[in-house]
Every structure is written in structure tokens, then in C-alpha cells.
């Protein structure tokens, strides 16, 4: 397997002699585009994914993310593609080449506008939403605190009930329309209620309370309280390695073992492949259930999904999936189409003998388990990881959480959001001259890039499967994923800001239009002096001296872009070599010329709606690996009778006494008529 952009003209003469090797040609933008020259960092990928464009608050410049997190989603994004394709290559003979664009993996695997979204925005398709940034506090708001900050995220009912209980019942905030989301977030009396309550008190004890109430609900630290916290330290979250460098400990674990630097865990052996794959999509054939909410949840099996998988979405009335909340009676929104595509939705009630009997009868058929849930929640429904293996010893399970399966907070409920908050990340995402200007509220992060490397956890268990016959587990923790992203920040216990000058986001000509510069190196800062006329460029030759004068230099581009319009100044710097790029907004994307001429995105129709559904052509683009099939996500548990005759061989007559004992959940009558209404135009 290689992944390289340079290799790639020495590739086709050893794929003549290697019909299995599996490459990769890694570039910004790809090959053989109208931007495969031009340069980009993490703030152009920024800027041309529409990330840039959600980042920072109303009325303000938008504001850059922290770190690198573009390039570090995109190559979860690369790592799976690879993984999947050596999978295929290793049972079939098949191998194939990617020429991968890291503004491509980042616009999937970062926060993808037109992907699935947290259930916060009732699934509404990106016209709907607002195009600029959000205003300041409006959604998983935080309140200060005697010694800090705290966020909560008030989702789901019974999340609002526990809040509302321990608030002490206030009598102004008693009605029934408090319980759905948009009430709360129209009253103009909640919030100020919210921060008198939580005012005054300490952190930690509103974290404790908080959880015991079920809110869920995260203290605000910094990178260097949550690597020293009791949680990162019982985790080995960090390690040390040989030469003293203090180090994530690795993404996930297998098996309990970390995948880390210094992890002593030795490869697998390397025996022959006793498994055939296939030689189309690399997962076809398999089969697998999902078990997944929200966001992470959706990600991992739907990308086994879009490889070929036959993925059973497995749902419950009692509990329905956070993401079924949508602006549509029926529970289906562009949203949630893009989510849980290539998927089948099957009604069980888990809680029931029957119910759980007829689930460890499909794990029995399946290859894979997903889940993200809190630790021990299958457990209590007697469901837990040595019941699922001792059905099916073959079976590779896939569990997610906020903090991890171990630990002290592995029973937190958690959201991205708070992940954000617990980690650092939130006091990072600030604009200097304002400590309460946290910018990072609608943004969708690691929830889409853990879903990716849950995906690849599954994919290195199939592997080691095609040898041993054997299935494992693998566990990721979101705030671990993060962690890893800010790997340079862990000897500092700071997220790191601007490495040049200029670095950063301009006004340019037009209503509420920017541009992106950044400077890499003395000779992009030369190229770009000439360009705008700065004077006595040289005086400035090292990044040092460029920061120490950022301030004049600023206000010279500033002028200088003022004066242009953002796509023409870019094309200007591009020619010159320097990264730059005008900041897109998410309608845009479809049309912009790159795109497609990628061919990146596809446009499909749904049967239970009248909107379109937007997503990827493709994991990652490649002549040798066919599209994503184009089933559509179901309603819950609309395929529930035609799944379990398929793949336990019942017939309707068990099927009829299952449905009438309550064991299985097939679509409802209201739901139907819900879609079959809103697809009339009755709704």
C-alpha cells in the first residue's frame, strides 16, 4: 500500500506488474482540476470548505478555527479509504488508486454542511439555515460560574425535565411547549434564569449535580487542566515515549490494548488470507447493525454503507434516535438522508426477551455491531460485549463514547459540544480582545472525524478477521480524537495561534465578503510584498520579525484586499504562490467550479421528501472503486419485516405474532401518513 502524490507517475508501471497494490495520490485540491496548482494551509481549507463561514459571531470578522483541525479530519478521511481498499485488495486481488483532495476529506470528515448535523438544527436542509455566524450564546449556551464556565446542552425532553427539576420546579418555565427545543430557545427569560442559577457556584459541583439530574452539562477547561484531569491521567491519554516527548496515546483501542506510540502491542500474524472479499465495493456482502445516535453514530455505519455493506439501522419507539427530530411530522429530513444513507431501518424493542432474542439472532448472521453509546448502556439491557461474542465469536464491535469505555467521566452523557468544552477546545476558539466570545457553538466537531476513525477500527478488525477468523473490539473516545489533533500543544498545554504574519481573514470588497492569507515562509512573504507594494520587505525576513510587526502589516493587506473582490485577489496571490483563498459559504459549494469539476457532489431524491438530498459522490475519488449506492435513509423502522425475513428466513405469520406481542417495531401508521401527506403536499 503507498500513499504518495510523488510516487504516483512510477505507480502505473508497477500496477501493470501489482493488479493488488493499493495507492494513494495525497494533494490539496487533486489532479488535472483548475486548482490542482494552487497552494493551500489549514486556513484556505478552511475557508473553501464553508467551515470558515460558521466560525465566530454575527457582526464580527469570522474567526479561524484552532489548530490544524482541516488536514487532521482529512486524513481520517484518507486512512479509512486506504484501509477499505487494502481490505478489498487483500481477499479479492483488487487493488485500487485514489487521487485524494484534503479540501475534499475536509469538507466530509470536518463538518460537512451537507452532512448529517447535530439534532440541535432539526435536520433543515442549508438553505434554510441561516448563511451567516451564529449570534453570540444562542445554542449550547454557556453560563460563567464561581471558578469558570459551564455549557450545557439541553437536547432531548426528558434532558430539559431533569434541568427544569433541578432548578426547583420555577413555576415561570412549568408549561408544556418548554419541553420541545424551540420554546426554549425563542423564550427570552430562560437563559438569564439559567445564569443566576448556575452563578456563584463551583465547577465541579455543577458538573456533579448536573449529571445526577441527567443535564447534560461540562465544565469549560483549558488543554492543560484536561490532560492534567483524573480522567486523561486514569486513561493514559498521554505517554511518554523513549526520547521524554509526552504524546497522544493513540485514537483508539483494540481489544483494551491502545494503538498508541509507545503501545507494545505486536502486529498480528502475518498468515495467509484464509477469506475471500469482494471485488466490487469492499464491503459487500457483509453485514451489519447499527445501533448508532446522533451523529458518530450515523457516520460509521453509513460509511460501511457507502462501501457496500448491508446496514440495518436498528431503532426503538421508546428511544428514537436524536436526529429523527426534524422539521418534518415524519421523522426524515435532509439531514438525516444524508446520514443514514444506504441503510435499512429495523423497529426492535430491546427491553422485551423477545425483542432482544431476535437482536442476538441477527448478531448471530452479522460481521459487525455498531454503537456509541454510554458505557454500560447494553450491558443493562443484557446486551453487553460478552453476551454479542459468545453469539458470535467472528462479530467486530465498534463502540463510541464522549470520554471513553474507562475512567471516571466514562459515565458523562456528552455531546461534541461538550467534548469541546472539557477538553479545551472551547476557551481556545475565542477572539483575543473578548473571554466570552466562544465561537465554535454550531460547529460539528469530532463528531463527523470520530465516526471516521470508529470506521477504521472496524476495518483493521475485518482485517486481521480475513487471517485469525476471529472478531474483536475496538473503543474510540471523542475527546480522545480531539486530543490527538492538537498532539503539538501537549508539551505546552496551550492550543497554539497565528505561525506567521500575514495569517488570517480580510474584508474584502462586497457585503460581509473575506479573504483568507497565509504567509509559509520568507518567500511567500517577498511574493506577497511586491504584489500589495509593502516597503522594505526585506527587514522582515523571518517569522519573528513578521509577528512583531503585525499590526502594520495587517493594515496593509487590509487595504489592499478592501479593494478587491475576494475570488479575483485570490487568483492574484495563487499566481504568486501564496495560499489565499475567498471564504465560502455553504450554498456555494455546489456550484463552485472545483467541485464540479470533481464531480464531489450528488444530488438525489428521496421518496418521503420533497427536498433533494446532498452528499458525496464518493469516500474518496477513485476509478477504480464504484460510487456509494444511492438507497435512500428510511423512516424508522420501515424495512423492519422485509430485514429479518431476509436475514433470519421469518415468515409473516411470525412476523404478524412478533409485531402484535410488541417485539418488533415496523413502521407506524402515523408516520406513514405523515410522509405520504407531506410528499402529497397536504403538510
Not at 603 to 630: I, K, L, N, Q, Y
Request: proline fraction near 7%; aromatic fraction near 8%.
Amino acid at each position: 500500500m503507498i500513499a504518495s502524490a510523488a510516487l504516483w507517475p512510477d505507480l502505473a508501471h508497477l500496477r501493470e506488474d501489482r493488479p493488488d497494490l493499493v495507492s494513494m495520490a495525497v494533494s490539496d485540491f487533486g489532479s488535472g482540476n483548475s486548482l490542482s496548482d494552487w497552494k493551500a494551509t489549514g486556513p484556505v481549507l478552511d475557508a473553501m470548505s464553508a467551515m470558515l463561514s460558521r466560525s465566530g459571531i454575527r457582526g464580527r470578522a469570522p474567526l479561524l478555527p484552532p489548530g490544524d483541525l482541516a488536514y487532521q479530519c482529512a486524513a481520517a478521511q484518507a486512512a479509512f479509504a486506504l484501509a477499505s481498499a487494502l481490505y478489498r485488495a487483500l481477499g479479492s486481488g483488487h487493488g485500487a488508486h485514489f487521487d485524494f483532495s484534503a479540501l475534499e476529506g475536509a469538507v466530509q470528515a470536518l463538518d460537512p454542511g451537507f452532512g448529517i448535523n447535530g439534532s440541535a438544527t432539526l435536520g433543515k436542509p442549508v438553505g434554510l439555515l441561516d448563511q451567516g455566524r451564529p449570534r453570540k450564546g444562542f445554542q449550547y449556551p454557556i453560563f460563567q460560574c464561581a471558578d469558570g464556565y459551564v455549557r450545557i446542552c439541553l437536547l432531548a425532553k426528558r434532558q430539559w425535565r431533569g434541568m427544569f427539576e433541578w432548578m426547583g420546579r420555577p413555576a415561570q418555565f412549568a408549561a408544556p411547549e418548554f419541553d420541545a427545543m424551540a420554546p426554549r430557545y425563542a423564550s427570552p427569560d430562560l437563559n438569564p434564569a439559567l445564569a443566576a442559577f448556575f452563578s456563584g457556584r463551583m465547577r465541579e459541583d455543577l458538573e456533579r449535580e448536573g449529571q445526577a439530574h441527567g443535564v447534560p452539562i461540562s465544565g469549560l477547561r483549558t488543554f492543560a487542566e484536561f490532560i492534567a484531569s483524573d480522567h486523561a491521567m486514569a486513561r493514559q491519554a498521554v505517554a511518554e515515549s523513549a526520547d521524554g516527548r509526552r504524546l497522544p496515546n493513540g485514537i483508539l483501542t483494540i481489544d483494551g490494548a491502545r494503538m498508541g506510540p509507545v503501545s507494545e502491542v505486536r502486529a498480528s500474524p502475518s498468515g495467509s488470507v484464509q477469506e475471500a472479499t469482494s471485488p466490487d465495493l469492499p464491503f459487500a456482502g457483509l453485514r451489519v447493525l447499527d445501533l448508532g445516535v446522533i451523529v458518530v453514530g450515523a457516520e460509521q455505519a453509513r460509511l460501511l454503507g457507502d462501501y457496500g455493506a448491508d446496514v440495518l439501522k436498528i431503532e426503538s419507539n421508546a428511544f428514537p434516535d436524536g436526529s429523527r427530530q426534524s422539521y418534518l411530522k415524519h421523522g426524515m429530513s435532509v439531514s438525516f438522508g444524508a446520514g443514514h444513507r444506504n441503510k435499512r431501518s429495523v423497529g426492535l424493542d430491546l427491553r422485551s426477551k423477545r425483542g432482544r432474542e431476535l437482536f442476538l439472532d441477527l448478531v448471530r448472521q452479522a460481521d459487525v455491531v455498531c454503537s456509541n453509546f454510554k458505557p454500560g448502556t447494553l450491558e443493562k439491557l443484557g446486551l453487553g460485549r460478552e453476551v454479542l461474542r459468545d453469539a458470535n465469536p467472528r462479530i467486530v464491535l465498534s463502540e463510541s463514547s464522549a470520554f471513553g469505555d474507562s475512567g471516571p467521566w466514562s459515565g458523562r452523557m456528552g455531546y461534541g459540544p461538550l467534548v469541546r468544552a472539557a477538553t479545551g477546545l472551547t476557551l481556545a476558539w475565542r477572539y483575543p480582545d473578548d473571554p466570552e466570545s466562544f465561537s465554535d457553538a454550531i460547529t460539528v466537531y469530532p463528531d463527523h472525524v470520530a465516526g471516521r476513525i470508529c470506521a477504521l477500527g472496524v476495518v483493521a478488525l475485518l482485517i486481521r478477521r480475513l487471517r485469525t477468523g476471529k472478531g474483536g473490539l475496538s473503543c474510540v473516545s471523542q475527546a480522545e480524537v480531539m486530543l490527538a489533533h492538537f498532539a503539538e500543544a501537549i508539551e505546552t498545554g496551550e492550543i497554539g495561534g497565528e505561525r506567521d504574519a500575514p495569517w488570517g481573514v480580510y474584508p474584502a470588497r462586497g457585503d460581509d465578503q473575506w479573504l483568507v492569507i497565509t504567509v509559509r515562509s520568507t518567500a511567500d512573504w517577498l511574493a506577497l510584498a511586491k504584489l500589495i507594494d509593502f516597503p522594505d520587505p526585506c527587514q522582515l525576513d523571518s517569522p519573528a520579525k513578521r509577528l512583531s510587526a503585525k499590526p502594520r502589516i495587517d493594515a496593509h493587506v487590509a487595504r489592499w484586499v478592501a479593494q478587491h473582490e475576494p475570488h479575483a485577489a485570490a487568483q492574484l496571490l495563487q499566481a504568486q504562490g501564496i495560499p489565499a483563498a475567498p471564504m465560502l459559504r455553504l450554498a456555494e459549494l455546489p456550484g463552485q467550479p472545483l467541485y464540479r469539476e470533481r464531480g464531489f457532489f450528488r444530488s438525489e431524491g428521496h421518496p418521503w421528501m420533497r427536498e433533494t438530498v446532498m452528499g458525496e459522490s464518493f469516500v474518496a475519488f477513485s476509478f477504480d472503486m464504484a460510487p456509494p449506492p444511492g438507497r435512500p435513509a428510511p423512516l424508522a423502522g420501515e424495512q423492519t419485516r422485509e430485514a429479518l425475513a431476509e436475514w433470519l428466513g421469518l415468515h409473516d405469520a411470525e412476523l404478524d405474532a412478533l409485531q402484535a406481542e410488541g417485539a418488533i417495531e415496523p413502521v407506524s401508521p402515523h408516520i406513514l401518513a405523515a410522509a405520504r401527506d407531506h410528499i402529497a403536499g397536504v403538510n
